[in-house]
Protein backbone atom coordinates (compact mmCIF):
# COMPACT_ATOMS: atom_id res chain seq x y z
CA UNK A 1 0.00 0.00 0.00
CA UNK A 2 0.92 3.79 -0.73
CA UNK A 3 0.49 6.81 1.46
CA UNK A 4 -2.40 8.52 -0.87
CA UNK A 5 -4.22 4.85 -0.48
CA UNK A 6 -3.87 5.03 3.37
CA UNK A 7 -4.94 8.44 3.64
CA UNK A 8 -8.29 8.11 0.82
CA UNK A 9 -10.28 6.91 4.01
CA UNK A 10 -9.81 10.41 5.44
CA UNK A 11 -9.39 12.92 2.88
CA UNK A 12 -12.12 11.87 0.60
CA UNK A 13 -14.75 9.53 2.52
CA UNK A 14 -14.49 11.84 5.41
CA UNK A 15 -14.73 15.32 2.88
CA UNK A 16 -17.03 17.20 5.26
CA UNK A 17 -15.43 16.25 8.70
CA UNK A 18 -13.61 19.00 10.38
CA UNK A 19 -9.68 17.47 10.61
CA UNK A 20 -7.51 20.39 11.64
CA UNK A 21 -6.93 23.37 13.58
CA UNK A 22 -3.99 24.85 12.70
CA UNK A 23 -3.47 29.04 11.47
CA UNK A 24 -3.93 30.07 7.99
CA UNK A 25 -1.55 31.97 5.78
CA UNK A 26 -3.28 35.15 7.28
CA UNK A 27 -2.36 34.32 10.55
CA UNK A 28 -5.83 33.41 11.59
CA UNK A 29 -6.80 30.15 13.37
CA UNK A 30 -9.37 28.48 11.68
CA UNK A 31 -10.40 24.93 11.03
CA UNK A 32 -9.79 22.99 7.86
CA UNK A 33 -12.25 20.11 6.66
CA UNK A 34 -10.36 16.04 4.83
CA UNK A 35 -11.88 17.59 1.80
CA UNK A 36 -10.16 21.04 2.41
CA UNK A 37 -6.89 19.50 2.70
CA UNK A 38 -7.35 17.31 -0.39
CA UNK A 39 -7.92 20.17 -2.08
CA UNK A 40 -4.76 22.36 -0.49
CA UNK A 41 -2.92 19.34 -1.95
CA UNK A 42 -4.28 19.25 -5.51
CA UNK A 43 -2.86 23.10 -5.64
CA UNK A 44 0.06 22.64 -3.66
CA UNK A 45 0.90 19.36 -6.21
CA UNK A 46 -0.31 22.00 -9.49
CA UNK A 47 2.25 25.25 -8.11
CA UNK A 48 4.81 22.32 -7.23
CA UNK A 49 4.64 21.40 -11.23
CA UNK A 50 4.34 24.45 -12.33
CA UNK A 51 8.08 25.11 -10.74
CA UNK A 52 8.78 21.93 -12.84
CA UNK A 53 9.08 19.43 -9.67
CA UNK A 54 8.66 15.73 -11.07
CA UNK A 55 8.57 12.44 -9.83
CA UNK A 56 11.45 11.43 -8.13
CA UNK A 57 12.69 15.09 -7.78
CA UNK A 58 13.67 15.84 -3.73
CA UNK A 59 12.01 19.23 -2.64
CA UNK A 60 12.99 19.81 1.03
CA UNK A 61 11.90 22.06 3.80
CA UNK A 62 13.45 24.25 6.40
CA UNK A 63 10.15 25.03 8.53
CA UNK A 64 8.21 25.86 11.98
CA UNK A 65 5.30 23.60 11.93
CA UNK A 66 2.08 25.23 9.61
CA UNK A 67 0.01 23.82 6.94
CA UNK A 68 2.32 24.21 4.07
CA UNK A 69 4.04 21.11 5.79
CA UNK A 70 1.31 19.68 5.18
CA UNK A 71 0.02 20.43 1.70
CA UNK A 72 3.31 19.73 0.27
CA UNK A 73 3.59 16.50 2.58
CA UNK A 74 0.13 15.56 0.92
CA UNK A 75 1.20 16.65 -3.08
CA UNK A 76 5.04 14.90 -2.67
CA UNK A 77 3.33 11.83 -2.09
CA UNK A 78 0.51 11.98 -4.43
CA UNK A 79 3.43 13.15 -7.12
CA UNK A 80 6.12 10.51 -6.06
CA UNK A 81 8.28 13.42 -4.78
CA UNK A 82 10.94 12.90 -2.24
CA UNK A 83 10.51 15.00 1.08
CA UNK A 84 13.52 16.66 2.85
CA UNK A 85 12.60 17.75 6.41
CA UNK A 86 15.58 20.08 8.07
CA UNK A 87 15.62 20.99 10.97
CA UNK A 88 14.57 24.76 11.38
CA UNK A 89 16.81 25.90 14.16
CA UNK A 90 20.02 24.34 11.79
CA UNK A 91 22.48 27.31 10.59
CA UNK A 92 24.32 27.13 7.04
CA UNK A 93 27.02 24.42 7.91
CA UNK A 94 24.44 21.90 9.12
CA UNK A 95 21.80 22.84 6.08
CA UNK A 96 24.82 23.08 3.86
CA UNK A 97 25.42 19.19 4.48
CA UNK A 98 21.80 18.15 3.58
CA UNK A 99 21.23 20.40 1.15
CA UNK A 100 24.57 19.35 -0.74
CA UNK A 101 23.75 15.42 -0.38
CA UNK A 102 19.77 15.27 -0.98
CA UNK A 103 20.16 18.06 -3.86
CA UNK A 104 16.63 19.00 -4.11
CA UNK A 105 15.21 21.46 -6.20
CA UNK A 106 14.68 23.60 -3.91
CA UNK A 107 14.27 24.21 -0.31
CA UNK A 108 10.77 25.27 0.66
CA UNK A 109 11.42 28.42 3.42
CA UNK A 110 9.95 31.48 4.86
CA UNK A 111 12.23 34.96 3.82
CA UNK A 112 13.95 35.19 7.80
CA UNK A 113 15.06 31.28 7.47
CA UNK A 114 16.52 31.71 3.82
CA UNK A 115 19.53 33.57 5.64
CA UNK A 116 20.30 30.61 7.11
CA UNK A 117 20.68 29.19 3.71
CA UNK A 118 24.19 28.15 2.61
CA UNK A 119 24.76 30.75 -0.70
CA UNK A 120 23.97 29.73 -3.67
CA UNK A 121 20.74 27.29 -2.20
CA UNK A 122 17.83 27.35 -4.37
CA UNK A 123 14.62 28.30 -2.19
CA UNK A 124 10.89 28.90 -2.65
CA UNK A 125 9.28 31.31 -0.08
CA UNK A 126 6.26 29.69 1.42
CA UNK A 127 4.22 32.88 1.45
CA UNK A 128 4.78 33.31 -2.00
CA UNK A 129 3.79 29.44 -2.59
CA UNK A 130 0.75 29.80 -0.19
CA UNK A 131 -0.48 33.34 -2.45
CA UNK A 132 0.01 31.33 -5.30
CA UNK A 133 -2.24 28.42 -4.04
CA UNK A 134 -4.88 31.02 -2.96
CA UNK A 135 -4.73 32.75 -5.88
CA UNK A 136 -5.46 29.37 -7.83
CA UNK A 137 -8.47 28.69 -5.61
CA UNK A 138 -10.00 31.95 -6.54
CA UNK A 139 -9.14 31.29 -10.29
CA UNK A 140 -11.27 27.79 -9.68
CA UNK A 141 -13.87 29.53 -8.24
CA UNK A 142 -14.60 32.06 -10.93
CA UNK A 143 -13.76 29.29 -13.37
CA UNK A 144 -16.31 27.25 -11.97
CA UNK A 145 -18.67 30.31 -11.63
CA UNK A 146 -18.08 30.37 -15.83
CA UNK A 147 -17.81 28.42 -18.75
CA UNK A 148 -13.84 26.82 -18.07
CA UNK A 149 -13.23 26.91 -21.30
CA UNK A 150 -14.48 30.13 -22.91
CA UNK A 151 -11.38 31.91 -20.33
CA UNK A 152 -8.64 29.38 -20.13
CA UNK A 153 -6.35 31.41 -22.70
CA UNK A 154 -2.09 30.97 -22.23
CA UNK A 155 -1.88 33.38 -18.94
CA UNK A 156 -4.75 30.45 -17.25
CA UNK A 157 -2.89 27.24 -18.95
CA UNK A 158 -0.82 26.60 -15.93
CA UNK A 159 -2.97 27.50 -13.28
CA UNK A 160 -5.82 25.82 -14.28
CA UNK A 161 -3.56 22.90 -14.94
CA UNK A 162 -4.25 19.18 -14.42
CA UNK A 163 -3.22 18.21 -10.86
CA UNK A 164 0.13 16.11 -11.44
CA UNK A 165 -0.67 12.38 -10.10
CA UNK A 166 2.62 9.70 -10.52
CA UNK A 167 2.54 6.17 -10.14
CA UNK A 168 3.76 5.34 -6.62
CA UNK A 169 3.97 2.01 -5.26
CA UNK A 170 4.77 0.48 -1.26
CA UNK A 171 8.57 0.91 -2.25
CA UNK A 172 8.68 4.35 -3.82
CA UNK A 173 10.48 6.81 -1.37
CA UNK A 174 8.53 9.37 0.49
CA UNK A 175 11.29 11.35 2.22
CA UNK A 176 14.88 11.30 3.18
CA UNK A 177 15.17 12.09 6.83
CA UNK A 178 18.57 13.15 7.92
CA UNK A 179 20.31 11.54 11.16
CA UNK A 180 23.93 11.39 11.98
CA UNK A 181 26.62 8.20 12.40
CA UNK A 182 29.24 8.40 15.22
CA UNK A 183 31.17 10.80 12.58
CA UNK A 184 28.58 13.90 13.04
CA UNK A 185 28.41 13.90 9.19
CA UNK A 186 24.34 13.34 8.99
CA UNK A 187 23.35 10.50 6.28
CA UNK A 188 19.79 10.65 5.05
CA UNK A 189 17.22 7.19 5.54
CA UNK A 190 15.53 6.35 2.64
CA UNK A 191 11.51 5.78 4.57
CA UNK A 192 9.13 4.67 1.64
CA UNK A 193 5.82 4.76 1.46
CA UNK A 194 5.68 1.28 2.57
CA UNK A 195 7.88 2.16 5.79
CA UNK A 196 5.65 4.80 6.74
CA UNK A 197 2.12 2.55 5.72
CA UNK A 198 3.36 0.04 8.11
CA UNK A 199 4.11 2.22 10.97
CA UNK A 200 0.82 4.34 10.69
CA UNK A 201 -0.74 0.60 11.07
CA UNK A 202 1.20 -0.49 13.54
CA UNK A 203 0.66 2.71 15.88
CA UNK A 204 -3.32 3.04 15.14
CA UNK A 205 -3.98 -0.67 15.93
CA UNK A 206 -1.48 -0.65 18.99
CA UNK A 207 -2.88 2.92 20.73
CA UNK A 208 -6.20 2.29 19.58
CA UNK A 209 -6.90 5.37 17.59
CA UNK A 210 -10.18 6.13 16.20
CA UNK A 211 -11.99 9.13 14.11
CA UNK A 212 -13.18 10.25 17.79
CA UNK A 213 -9.22 11.03 19.19
CA UNK A 214 -8.49 14.62 18.87
CA UNK A 215 -4.67 14.84 18.82
CA UNK A 216 -2.48 17.62 20.04
CA UNK A 217 0.32 18.29 17.54
CA UNK A 218 3.02 19.98 19.24
CA UNK A 219 6.21 17.76 18.32
CA UNK A 220 8.14 19.79 15.28
CA UNK A 221 7.34 17.80 11.93
CA UNK A 222 10.87 17.69 10.51
CA UNK A 223 11.51 14.74 12.78
CA UNK A 224 10.17 11.60 12.63
CA UNK A 225 8.08 11.64 15.60
CA UNK A 226 6.42 14.29 14.80
CA UNK A 227 6.15 13.78 11.31
CA UNK A 228 6.32 9.96 11.04
CA UNK A 229 4.05 8.95 14.40
CA UNK A 230 1.93 12.30 14.37
CA UNK A 231 1.02 13.27 10.83
CA UNK A 232 0.65 9.81 9.72
CA UNK A 233 -1.56 8.47 12.68
CA UNK A 234 -3.96 11.29 12.22
CA UNK A 235 -4.30 10.86 8.63
CA UNK A 236 -4.64 7.19 8.86
CA UNK A 237 -7.42 6.89 11.62
CA UNK A 238 -8.85 10.68 10.40
CA UNK A 239 -9.33 11.92 13.76
CA UNK A 240 -8.91 15.59 14.50
CA UNK A 241 -5.72 17.46 15.32
CA UNK A 242 -4.62 20.70 16.24
CA UNK A 243 -0.58 21.89 14.75
CA UNK A 244 1.18 24.35 16.84
CA UNK A 245 4.14 26.52 15.57
CA UNK A 246 5.69 24.62 18.38
CA UNK A 247 5.70 23.13 21.66
CA UNK A 248 6.04 26.41 24.10
CA UNK A 249 6.09 25.43 27.76
CA UNK A 250 4.03 28.72 28.53
CA UNK A 251 1.47 28.03 26.83
CA UNK A 252 0.53 24.26 26.43
CA UNK A 253 -1.36 24.20 29.39
CA UNK A 254 -4.27 27.05 27.34
CA UNK A 255 -3.73 24.71 24.56
CA UNK A 256 -4.38 21.43 27.01
CA UNK A 257 -7.49 23.83 28.61
CA UNK A 258 -9.07 24.99 25.37
CA UNK A 259 -8.51 21.69 22.76
CA UNK A 260 -9.24 19.31 25.07
CA UNK A 261 -7.35 16.80 22.86
CA UNK A 262 -7.46 12.96 24.04
CA UNK A 263 -4.03 12.33 22.84
CA UNK A 264 -0.89 13.70 22.72
CA UNK A 265 2.64 12.42 21.59
CA UNK A 266 5.75 14.07 23.39
CA UNK A 267 9.91 13.89 25.05
CA UNK A 268 10.07 13.79 28.08
CA UNK A 269 10.90 17.09 28.50
CA UNK A 270 7.83 18.42 27.53
CA UNK A 271 6.58 15.89 30.27
CA UNK A 272 8.91 17.48 32.61
CA UNK A 273 7.64 21.11 31.55
CA UNK A 274 3.66 19.70 32.08
CA UNK A 275 4.32 19.11 35.77
CA UNK A 276 4.22 22.46 36.75
CA UNK A 277 0.54 22.50 36.18
CA UNK A 278 -1.65 23.12 39.19
CA UNK A 279 -2.89 19.60 40.41
CA UNK A 280 -6.15 20.98 39.85
CA UNK A 281 -5.75 21.97 36.32
CA UNK A 282 -3.72 19.13 35.92
CA UNK A 283 -6.60 16.83 36.85
CA UNK A 284 -9.49 18.36 34.33
CA UNK A 285 -6.49 18.25 31.61
CA UNK A 286 -6.05 14.64 32.47
CA UNK A 287 -9.90 13.73 32.42
CA UNK A 288 -10.37 14.22 28.95
CA UNK A 289 -7.28 12.73 27.76
CA UNK A 290 -7.04 9.25 26.63
CA UNK A 291 -3.58 8.72 25.45
CA UNK A 292 0.15 10.50 26.50
CA UNK A 293 2.96 8.92 24.28
CA UNK A 294 6.71 9.81 25.55
CA UNK A 295 9.79 8.83 22.83
CA UNK A 296 12.93 9.96 21.19
CA UNK A 297 14.79 9.94 25.04
CA UNK A 298 14.65 8.57 27.83
CA UNK A 299 11.91 8.80 29.98
CA UNK A 300 13.18 8.71 34.00
CA UNK A 301 10.83 6.58 35.96
CA UNK A 302 10.51 9.68 38.73
CA UNK A 303 8.98 12.34 35.48
CA UNK A 304 6.50 8.86 34.76
CA UNK A 305 5.55 8.58 38.69
CA UNK A 306 4.69 12.19 39.15
CA UNK A 307 2.78 12.75 35.85
CA UNK A 308 0.78 10.08 37.11
CA UNK A 309 -0.29 11.43 40.09
CA UNK A 310 -0.33 14.77 38.69
CA UNK A 311 -2.55 13.80 35.55
CA UNK A 312 -3.97 10.49 36.54
CA UNK A 313 -2.52 8.87 33.67
CA UNK A 314 0.81 6.67 33.22
CA UNK A 315 2.40 7.60 30.16
CA UNK A 316 2.96 5.38 27.76
CA UNK A 317 7.08 5.11 26.64
CA UNK A 318 7.65 3.60 23.12
CA UNK A 319 11.18 3.00 21.32
CA UNK A 320 12.05 4.05 17.39
CA UNK A 321 14.18 5.61 15.27
CA UNK A 322 14.66 7.68 12.50
CA UNK A 323 15.65 4.76 10.32
CA UNK A 324 13.01 2.61 11.46
CA UNK A 325 9.85 4.20 12.73
CA UNK A 326 8.81 2.89 15.64
CA UNK A 327 9.68 -0.68 17.04
CA UNK A 328 8.75 -0.94 19.98
CA UNK A 329 5.73 -0.04 22.79
CA UNK A 330 4.78 -0.54 26.28
CA UNK A 331 0.92 -1.75 25.89
CA UNK A 332 -2.19 0.13 25.58
CA UNK A 333 -3.40 -2.70 27.99
CA UNK A 334 -1.78 -3.94 30.43
CA UNK A 335 1.37 -3.20 32.55
CA UNK A 336 3.22 0.38 30.90
CA UNK A 337 6.81 -0.53 32.93
CA UNK A 338 8.16 2.33 34.20
CA UNK A 339 11.96 2.43 32.65
CA UNK A 340 10.72 -0.02 30.21
CA UNK A 341 10.15 0.89 26.17
CA UNK A 342 7.50 -2.57 26.25
CA UNK A 343 7.67 -5.00 23.54
CA UNK A 344 7.80 -5.38 20.11
CA UNK A 345 5.38 -3.92 17.86
CA UNK A 346 3.53 -6.22 15.80
CA UNK A 347 5.19 -6.78 12.77
CA UNK A 348 8.47 -5.85 14.34
CA UNK A 349 11.26 -8.35 14.96
CA UNK A 350 13.75 -7.85 17.75
CA UNK A 351 16.97 -9.64 18.58
CA UNK A 352 19.45 -8.87 21.03
CA UNK A 353 23.12 -9.73 19.72
CA UNK A 354 26.39 -9.74 21.25
CA UNK A 355 29.65 -8.38 19.64
CA UNK A 356 29.82 -11.20 17.57
CA UNK A 357 26.37 -11.08 16.41
CA UNK A 358 24.81 -13.81 17.76
CA UNK A 359 21.26 -13.74 19.57
CA UNK A 360 21.40 -13.81 23.22
CA UNK A 361 18.60 -15.43 25.06
CA UNK A 362 19.00 -14.63 28.23
CA UNK A 363 18.41 -10.89 30.13
CA UNK A 364 21.65 -10.24 29.09
CA UNK A 365 22.31 -7.26 27.71
CA UNK A 366 23.02 -6.81 23.97
CA UNK A 367 22.97 -4.52 20.75
CA UNK A 368 19.08 -4.02 19.29
CA UNK A 369 18.94 -5.53 15.86
CA UNK A 370 15.50 -5.03 14.45
CA UNK A 371 13.45 -6.26 11.25
CA UNK A 372 10.11 -5.82 9.28
CA UNK A 373 8.43 -3.76 7.10
CA UNK A 374 9.12 0.06 9.14
CA UNK A 375 12.78 -0.55 8.69
CA UNK A 376 14.23 2.01 5.47
CA UNK A 377 15.81 0.22 3.15
CA UNK A 378 19.13 1.98 3.39
CA UNK A 379 20.76 5.64 3.49
CA UNK A 380 20.77 7.56 0.50
CA UNK A 381 23.88 7.71 -2.03
CA UNK A 382 25.83 6.03 0.63
CA UNK A 383 26.44 2.14 0.16
CA UNK A 384 28.80 1.89 2.04
CA UNK A 385 26.72 3.08 5.27
CA UNK A 386 24.19 0.95 4.28
CA UNK A 387 26.41 -1.73 3.50
CA UNK A 388 27.55 -1.40 7.38
CA UNK A 389 24.07 -1.02 9.32
CA UNK A 390 22.35 -3.85 7.58
CA UNK A 391 23.30 -8.24 8.23
CA UNK A 392 21.09 -10.79 6.42
CA UNK A 393 17.85 -8.05 6.55
CA UNK A 394 18.69 -7.00 10.02
CA UNK A 395 18.92 -2.93 11.20
CA UNK A 396 21.55 -2.72 13.64
CA UNK A 397 20.54 0.13 16.01
CA UNK A 398 23.51 1.04 17.79
CA UNK A 399 21.50 1.26 20.88
CA UNK A 400 22.09 -1.32 23.83
CA UNK A 401 18.88 -3.41 25.97
CA UNK A 402 18.09 -6.03 27.32
CA UNK A 403 14.82 -8.20 26.95
CA UNK A 404 13.20 -9.53 30.12
CA UNK A 405 11.94 -12.90 30.65
CA UNK A 406 8.02 -11.65 30.13
CA UNK A 407 9.79 -10.00 26.64
CA UNK A 408 9.87 -6.28 28.09
CA UNK A 409 12.57 -4.44 26.52
CA UNK A 410 14.90 -1.61 28.38
CA UNK A 411 17.43 0.37 27.10
CA UNK A 412 21.01 0.70 28.78
CA UNK A 413 22.44 3.27 26.57
CA UNK A 414 23.76 3.65 23.24
CA UNK A 415 27.44 2.09 20.91
CA UNK A 416 27.80 5.55 19.88
CA UNK A 417 28.25 8.63 22.47
CA UNK A 418 24.83 10.24 21.35
CA UNK A 419 23.67 12.77 23.49
CA UNK A 420 20.00 13.71 23.39
CA UNK A 421 18.79 16.61 24.87
CA UNK A 422 15.09 17.73 25.15
CA UNK A 423 14.39 15.35 22.29
CA UNK A 424 17.01 16.76 19.59
CA UNK A 425 20.16 14.63 18.87
CA UNK A 426 23.94 15.65 18.97
CA UNK A 427 27.01 14.07 18.06
CA UNK A 428 30.16 15.30 20.30
CA UNK A 429 31.90 14.85 17.02
CA UNK A 430 30.87 17.61 15.61
CA UNK A 431 30.96 20.66 18.50
CA UNK A 432 34.66 18.99 18.83
CA UNK A 433 35.73 19.73 15.71
CA UNK A 434 34.14 23.07 15.53
CA UNK A 435 36.20 23.60 19.15
CA UNK A 436 39.64 22.66 17.69
CA UNK A 437 39.21 24.99 15.28
CA UNK A 438 38.89 28.14 17.64
CA UNK A 439 41.96 29.72 18.75
CA UNK A 440 43.87 28.06 21.67
CA UNK A 441 42.22 24.89 21.57
CA UNK A 442 44.29 21.89 21.46
CA UNK A 443 42.18 19.14 22.64
CA UNK A 444 37.94 19.09 23.53
CA UNK A 445 35.66 16.31 24.24
CA UNK A 446 31.76 16.95 25.02
CA UNK A 447 30.09 14.74 27.02
CA UNK A 448 26.37 14.89 28.08
CA UNK A 449 25.66 15.92 31.36
CA UNK A 450 22.33 14.49 33.08
CA UNK A 451 19.96 17.33 33.29
CA UNK A 452 16.25 17.10 35.20
CA UNK A 453 14.69 19.54 32.04
CA UNK A 454 16.15 18.47 28.81
CA UNK A 455 17.67 15.14 30.10
CA UNK A 456 21.41 15.60 29.00
CA UNK A 457 22.89 18.75 27.88
CA UNK A 458 26.41 18.90 26.42
CA UNK A 459 29.36 19.97 28.42
CA UNK A 460 33.19 20.73 26.55
CA UNK A 461 35.83 19.77 28.55
CA UNK A 462 39.30 21.83 26.67
CA UNK A 463 42.96 21.39 26.32
CA UNK A 464 43.56 25.43 25.90
CA UNK A 465 46.47 27.59 25.95
CA UNK A 466 44.84 30.38 28.10
CA UNK A 467 41.22 29.86 30.06
CA UNK A 468 38.50 29.32 27.92
CA UNK A 469 36.34 32.28 27.03
CA UNK A 470 33.08 31.06 27.51
CA UNK A 471 31.20 33.80 25.80
CA UNK A 472 33.54 34.05 22.85
CA UNK A 473 33.12 30.49 22.04
CA UNK A 474 29.21 30.32 22.52
CA UNK A 475 29.48 33.56 19.74
CA UNK A 476 31.68 31.49 17.41
CA UNK A 477 29.63 28.32 17.72
CA UNK A 478 26.54 30.18 17.68
CA UNK A 479 26.76 31.05 14.03
CA UNK A 480 27.77 27.76 13.10
CA UNK A 481 25.59 25.05 14.51
CA UNK A 482 21.59 25.00 16.05
CA UNK A 483 21.07 26.79 19.16
CA UNK A 484 20.24 23.43 21.66
CA UNK A 485 23.88 22.11 20.45
CA UNK A 486 26.17 24.69 21.91
CA UNK A 487 27.87 23.58 25.03
CA UNK A 488 26.37 24.48 28.07
CA UNK A 489 29.98 25.31 30.19
CA UNK A 490 33.50 24.45 29.45
CA UNK A 491 35.68 23.10 31.61
CA UNK A 492 39.54 23.67 31.44
CA UNK A 493 41.59 20.21 32.24
CA UNK A 494 45.07 20.18 31.56
CA UNK A 495 44.77 16.83 29.45
CA UNK A 496 42.08 14.15 28.43
CA UNK A 497 42.28 11.22 29.61
CA UNK A 498 43.27 8.53 26.81
CA UNK A 499 43.71 5.03 26.20
CA UNK A 500 47.42 3.58 25.61
CA UNK A 501 46.36 3.74 21.71
CA UNK A 502 45.04 7.60 22.05
CA UNK A 503 41.28 7.17 22.38
CA UNK A 504 39.73 9.55 24.58
CA UNK A 505 38.10 7.87 27.50
CA UNK A 506 35.05 10.45 28.21
CA UNK A 507 33.90 8.50 31.40
CA UNK A 508 37.41 9.46 33.20
CA UNK A 509 37.27 13.06 32.95
CA UNK A 510 36.55 14.90 36.25
CA UNK A 511 32.62 14.64 36.82
CA UNK A 512 30.97 18.36 35.80
CA UNK A 513 29.01 20.26 38.84
CA UNK A 514 27.67 23.49 37.48
C1 LIG B 1 13.23 24.39 20.64
N1 LIG B 1 13.56 25.57 20.14
C2 LIG B 1 12.84 25.75 19.04
C3 LIG B 1 12.07 24.61 18.86
N2 LIG B 1 12.33 23.79 19.86
N3 LIG B 1 12.80 26.75 18.18
C4 LIG B 1 11.99 26.64 17.13
N4 LIG B 1 11.23 25.57 16.89
C5 LIG B 1 11.24 24.53 17.73
N5 LIG B 1 10.50 23.49 17.48
C6 LIG B 1 14.59 26.44 20.70
C7 LIG B 1 14.14 27.65 21.43
O1 LIG B 1 14.00 28.74 20.57
C8 LIG B 1 15.27 27.85 22.40
O2 LIG B 1 16.39 28.37 21.70
C9 LIG B 1 15.61 26.46 22.81
O3 LIG B 1 15.25 25.67 21.68
C10 LIG B 1 14.90 25.97 24.06
O4 LIG B 1 13.58 26.37 24.02
P1 LIG B 1 12.61 26.32 25.29
O5 LIG B 1 11.41 27.13 24.99
O6 LIG B 1 13.35 26.56 26.56
O7 LIG B 1 12.15 24.86 25.18
P2 LIG B 1 11.86 23.73 26.22
O8 LIG B 1 10.68 24.01 27.07
O9 LIG B 1 13.11 23.34 26.92
O10 LIG B 1 11.45 22.58 25.23
C11 LIG B 1 12.27 22.23 24.17
C12 LIG B 1 11.45 21.32 23.27
C13 LIG B 1 12.32 21.00 22.08
C14 LIG B 1 10.21 22.07 22.80
C15 LIG B 1 11.02 20.09 24.01
O11 LIG B 1 13.51 20.43 22.57
C16 LIG B 1 11.65 20.08 21.10
O12 LIG B 1 10.78 20.47 20.34
N6 LIG B 1 12.04 18.80 21.09
C17 LIG B 1 11.47 17.80 20.22
C18 LIG B 1 12.52 17.15 19.43
C19 LIG B 1 11.96 16.02 18.57
O13 LIG B 1 10.92 16.11 17.97
N7 LIG B 1 12.69 14.89 18.56
C20 LIG B 1 12.26 13.75 17.82
C21 LIG B 1 13.39 13.26 16.98
P3 LIG B 1 17.61 29.18 22.39
O14 LIG B 1 18.35 28.12 23.16
O15 LIG B 1 18.39 29.72 21.24
O16 LIG B 1 16.96 30.19 23.24
S1 LIG B 1 12.87 11.73 16.18
C22 LIG B 1 13.53 10.58 17.23
O17 LIG B 1 14.27 10.88 18.10
C23 LIG B 1 13.15 9.17 17.15
C24 LIG B 1 12.95 8.60 15.86
C25 LIG B 1 11.97 8.87 18.04
O18 LIG B 1 12.01 7.79 18.66
O19 LIG B 1 11.05 9.71 18.10
P1 LIG C 1 17.22 9.53 15.89
O1 LIG C 1 18.68 9.44 15.61
O2 LIG C 1 16.69 10.92 15.92
O3 LIG C 1 16.50 8.65 14.99
O4 LIG C 1 17.02 9.03 17.37
C1 LIG C 1 16.90 7.68 17.63
C2 LIG C 1 17.46 7.36 18.96
O5 LIG C 1 16.67 7.94 19.98
C3 LIG C 1 17.43 5.88 19.23
O6 LIG C 1 18.49 5.21 18.60
C4 LIG C 1 17.49 5.84 20.74
O7 LIG C 1 18.82 5.92 21.17
C5 LIG C 1 16.76 7.11 21.14
N1 LIG C 1 15.39 6.82 21.64
C6 LIG C 1 14.22 6.86 20.99
N2 LIG C 1 13.20 6.52 21.82
C7 LIG C 1 13.76 6.28 23.02
C8 LIG C 1 13.25 5.89 24.30
N3 LIG C 1 11.96 5.72 24.53
N4 LIG C 1 14.15 5.72 25.30
C9 LIG C 1 15.46 5.90 25.10
N5 LIG C 1 15.99 6.27 23.93
C10 LIG C 1 15.16 6.46 22.90
Known amino acids: MNLPELYHASLHDRAEQPALEAAASDGTVRTFTFGELAARRDRMARALA ?68 PPNTAWWCVDALERECDAMRELDRALDAHDRRAVVDGEHQARVSAVPVAEVTSDTPAALIYTSG ?42 VHGLGNGIQCWLASGCHMKLVARFEHERALAWFDAYRPTLFFGVPTMYVRLLDAPPDRARTIGAHMRLFVSG ?112 YITLQGRRSDLIISGGFNIYPR ?20 ADTVRGEIPVAYLVCDHAPDADALTTSLRAQIASFKLPRAYVRVDALPRTALGKVQKHLLPPYAP
Not at 66 to 92: C, E, F, H, T
Not at 182 to 205: D, I, P, Q, S
Not at 430 to 448: D, K, N, S, T
Open 296 to 407: SAPLPAQVLEAFRERYGHVILERYGMTETLMNVSNPLEGERRAGTVGVPLPGVDVDIRDESGASITNETAGELWVRGANVCHGYWDRPDATAAAFHDGWFRTGDIGARAADG
Open 182 to 223: TTGLAKGAVLTHGNFVANARALVAAWQITATDRYLAALPLFH
Open 430 to 449: EIEELLLAEPGVREAAVVGV
Open 50 to 117: ARGVRSGDRVAFCLPNRVAIIDLWLAAMMMGVIVVPINVLYKGREIAHIVGDARPRAVITTAEHAADL
